[in-house]
């Protein structure tokens, strides 16, 4: 096991930024780490990567302490954090080069290290340029590079895409997936983008007040808490109706079913006995979007794009 | 390996300089200039005091030396502010680099920075304005060598005290103005009021002006000035003892964005 967090807690003064945090993570494991501003994510990231102390509970990386064993697990992770991180006035090679030098890359691996980490996040022609005369996206590609250089055990990329276009988000997932397919890197990966995370076929943990308040893979978590529902629209009034879980909004009925093609047949023709007139029938499916919504009651700050269709 | 990532981080630094050296270079070019306006003033001002032979370099040279090194004490601050405004600390803590060599690997840039500011003044101002070294160039070396590590262990102390880098710049520029003055550094110190000379050997400065001035003005090997040398270097160890007790990483310090 590449990541062991249990029970974990941490509180900033009278503030619980964790309450009681389990998450385990293997080899080659992609985890979307979701949650709104506040949700404890960045918080849990530094505390993997031993910035912080924990208050209760325990973090292992690769079976040590992050605080008490901290040279053995830094030279483990690769951390890109949340704020853009990188040293403007130095080139993207200098930036890249230095955190391989701090893994003790040296000579030809060096060179190899660095070349590829820029190639993966497809910097190789912005490689001389000075990292102030980037653009934000640019910059953010850096940023990740300077994180996974030395080929981490486990990357903690805390919202890697934050700020940047959807080509560069869909560049920086492509590099990730690479990372955990051809390292077999564990990778943790916050954000804010449901999209993204769906692009990324991760397991994903929802965050929300310092809880994990549902892990799993997309589909599971989808199928777990959420279902798909007929969406009818009347010319006046929708009925009332009782035979399945349903949510009636003026002219419009949203019946709650497993399998809504199917019951189209069923519900249909009963309709038409309650006098209505019929306008349309939708069949809506369940999203990760509107099991977060339905799990925190909160939406997510930044909207959710479709990046999977960028992809 | 810990010479390899002290290494990495020294030459990271050395190529941040590289990028602007301006701070550098003007703080080593001003105090050529100044020492040009006060070296007839400090020639007055030596003879005054017994030393008929002086021609004011022997005051003016080491003088403006010390005052302008003093000014690029924030330089070792600046090393470590700066990640914090750029946020490449958090990342640079979260890397194999303990603390100590991340800040032995940031002090070595601005300990060489001070040694070339030191050479070229005592070399070209000591050139330019005719300063002759009577005594032991081996001890000037020895000297100018403890004060550049006393002014980086100052740095040291001045990151672990200062939580903002206008604190750091503020506590550089008053620290420096009151060491050149009470050390002898911009007067000679035997025209210092009474009080000023009394608390004198308390000010580091005072220990490298007096040990400029045995090698310049006292013919003799470089054991005269082995005294204010171990000062110096005891100065040094207490900064950064003091440094070392009170610096964490994981401090919030607020740098320039």
Redesign the interface.
Known sequence: MILCVENLHKSYGDVDALRGVDIEMNRGEILGLLGPNGAGKTTLV?LV????RPDAGRVEVLGREPVSD??SV??A?G???Q????????TVI?NVT??A????F?GTDLRRCVDEAIELLALSELAGR?VSTLSGGEKRRVHTA??IVHRPKLALLDEPTAGVDVQTRSRLVDAVRHLAEAYGTAICYSSHYFGEVEALDARIAILDNGMVVVQGTVSEVIHAHAKAALELTFDGPAPEWRDDPAERTDSQLRIYTDEPAADIVRIVPQLQHTGTSLRSVRIVHPTLESVFLQLTGKDLVAPSEPIGAAL | ?TV??V???V??EL??LR??PTFLIIFTLMPLLIMAFLKPTFRAALILVGNPGANGAEQAVPGMAVLFALLLVGNVGYAVFREHG?????????????GVEIMIGKSVTPLLALCAQLTVLFVVGGVLFDLRVQGSIVGLVLVAASLAVTLVCMGLLLISVCRTVLQLQAGTYLGAMVLAGVGGALTPISSLPGWARHVAPAAPTYWAMRGFRSAILVPGSWTVVLWPVLVLLGFATFFALVAASRFRV?DVKIGWA
Do not use: C, E
């Open positions: 530094s990567a031993g910035l912080l901290a040279r830094r030279a992770i951390l890109a954090p704020d853009l991180g990188v040293y403007p006035s130095l200098d230095f955190f030098r701090l893994h003790g040296r000075r300077m994180a | 390996m390899v990532r290494r990495a981080i030459v990271h190529k941040i990028q602007d750029w946020n490449t600390w958090p990342r640079l803590v979260a890397s194999p680099a303990n994981g």
